[in-house]
């Protein structure tokens, strides 16, 4: 008997690390880099929503100085998919590291729309790729491998390096009867997994789900009698970006003869972006106009948004609270919300379900009510993946570290020497040869960066945003008096707090404070203008505070002149 799984390929020459810079112990912000002798590609750039102590931050996004201190050697970006857990950091990444980007058409089509919004579409340049291309970034070459997943156009990439080849999931089900589309390419796999495969990166993120999980089509199958047996309005709030939910609500729709409103600045724009690629299709006349609702009869009408995820300021959240512009619930309505909460994001979904029941609606939610199917593979799924590709090394990727080390698990359950199978954190850089995988020891930094007052859903947000601030963090003022023609500091700073901490039990922290407060304004040049001043002390405040309180206060520096 021939075992495949213990005549791994032979190892090539030279030196291959792997840098997780977001991802590997956390759901969302995804970052690889795949460093390669000269060369470094970044596999997806991705966000996270903050936690819910993060409140008065909008995003969080991987730090990426290792790669910035490496610029000259950053061949380009690679992209799986179009989830923000996947693009949505590229807005704040690009800018500081202006390298090429690569990805499939709806993948980029979400993207150029934000670096569009950002004002970076032409300072950008990113490439169309189909599965089955290869890109050759220097020395390392990457082919798009059809997948299946939440949202067309989802692919894996084979990394072919002087090494060996690394296979990298991407986000992934294996649906073999998906919305749009092509099943995954599962014959691409094996092929692959014949020549050999050095390394394989699978998402974790369903490691602990037993089974197979249900196709997207099985999503319709719930969706539909609820079209067929609700007399009032629907409303089924889903991630902006699942093209496939939307368009099984939209097919719903239609046969059930309802018109559709989208709402939310996030969803229009993904589905203007979807229909003008051929990802999405649309009766013509049957998306509304807020203006149209009122000439509906309830039962003519189903309405999409986003606030899946109880975000705070996602439509679903203000319509379930009474204050959002268009929408506003009656009675006789049907909620439908289409996902299952992120971890993490259980309470604030509870909040928002508890609210819509408060308002006397019916709620259907979830994989309870079968109106939604998880995007990502469950272990069947994921061992047939090790099947095919059969690595010399495994290294689970998406997911908490929990994910993660079940993955590990499985991966040697079928098979894989325990020596070549490796889970890891973020930060941590492993490097891979003839004879091993191993953390190499060094850390890399891979924290969280905030992006606070940069990505605002609506207008009226800020507003929003700032009551939320105020009313969770507290707020501080500081005070500094300085001498113009010098720079010079020559009173303060001084702090007032309202709401934050109790002053008199903080004396130490204040202190603190007050001493980054100085030294972040003692390097800047005397004639720098005061907001340059009131920024420094912004944010050198607000990552001391976080690291010490995990609260994140309104920051107000004050400079006077004097
Ligand atoms: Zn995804
Ligand atoms: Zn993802």
Redesign the pocket.
């Known amino acids: 008997m021939t075992d495949v799984l213990h005549a791994p390929p032979e190892v090539g020459g030279g030196r291959l690390s792997l840098v997780p810079l977001g991802?590997l112990g956390e759901?969302?912000r995804?970052l690889m880099a795949i460093e390669c002798n000269d060369d470094i590609v970044v596999v997806d750039g991705?966000l996270m929503f903050p936690e819910q102590e993060m409140l008065g931050i909008d995003l969080v996004i991987p730090d990426i100085s290792w790669l910035l201190e490496r610029a000259q050697r950053v061949r380009g970006i690679v992209l799986t998919?179009g989830?923000e857990?996947?693009i949505g950091g590229l807005p704040y990444i690009l800018p500081r590291l202006p390298v090429p980007v690569y990805g499939t058409s709806l993948t980029l089509g979400f993207l150029r729309s934000k670096l569009k919004e950002h004002g970076l579409l032409d300072s950008t340049e990113s490439h169309v790729v189909r599965a089955g291309d290869t890109v050759e970034l220097g020395g390392i070459a990457v082919e798009w491998i059809h997948t299946t997943h939440s949202i067309p156009d989802a692919c894996a990439l084979a990394i072919r390096t002087a090494l060996g080849t690394i296979v990298h999931s991407?986000?992934f089900k294996l649906d073999h009867t998906p919305i749009n589309g092509e099943p995954p390419d599962l014959a691409r796999l094996a092929r692959i997994g014949d020549e050999g495969v050095l390394l394989l990166l699978s998402?974790s993120?369903n490691a602990e789900s037993e089974g197979t999980t249900p196709s997207e089509r099985q999503v319709g199958e719930g969706l539909s009698p609820i079209f067929a047996t609700s007399a009032g309005r629907i409303l089924m709030a889903t991630f902006a970006s699942n093209i496939s939910r939307l368009q099984q609500a939209f097919d719903c729709a239609e046969e059930h003869n309802r018109r559709s409103l989208v709402v939310g600045r996030s969803m229009l724009n993904n589905v203007a972006t979807a229909q003008e690629l051929g990802f999405l299709k649309v009766a013509p006349g049957s998306l509304l106009w807020p203006r149209q609702l009122d000439g509906l009869s309830a039962d003519r009408v189903l309405i999409v948004c986003t606030g899946a995820q109880g975000e705070p300021l996602s439509a679903l959240t203000r319509i379930a609270a009474g204050e959002h512009p268009i929408v506003q619930l009656q009675s006789g309505d049907t909620v439908i919300i289409s996902a299952n909460p992120i971890p993490g994001n259980e309470e604030l979904v509870h909040r928002t379900i508890n609210r819509l029941y408060r308002q006397q609606v019916k709620v259907l939610n979830g994989s309870r009510h079968k109106v939604h199917a998880s995007?990502?593979a469950s272990r069947e799924e994921l061992k047939l993946l090790i099947a095919l590709t059969r690595p010399r090394y495994f290294v689970p990727v998406?997911g908490e570290y929990r994910h993660l080390a079940i993955h590990a698990e499985l991966a040697r359950a079928v098979g894989l020497p325990p020596e070549r199978v490796l889970a890891v954190d973020n930060g941590s850089i492993l490097s891979v040869d003839a004879d091993g995988i191993r953390p190499t020891g060094t850390r890399v930094p891979a924290g969280f960066v905030y992006v606070d007052g940069l990505a605002i859903e609506e207008a009226g947000d800020v507003v929003l945003r700032d009551r939320v601030h105020l009313a969770q963090d507290g707020v501080i003022v500081v005070v500094v008096a300085v001498e113009r023609s010098t720079g010079a500091v020559v009173a303060g700073p001084d702090l007032i707090s309202r709401g934050f901490v109790e002053d008199s039990a903080h004396e130490q922290l204040f202190e603190a404070a007050r001493e980054e407060a100085l030294k972040a304004v003692s390097r800047l040049a005397p004639d720098a203008e005061w907001t340059v001043w009131q920024a420094a002390i912004h944010d050198r405040l607000a990552q001391l505070l976080y690291q010490r309180t995990r609260r994140r206060p309104m920051i107000l520096p004050v400079i006077t002149e004097v």
């Open positions: 991802g759901i969302g995804n991705g998919h989830h857990d996947h991407g986000d998402d993120t995007g990502h998406h």
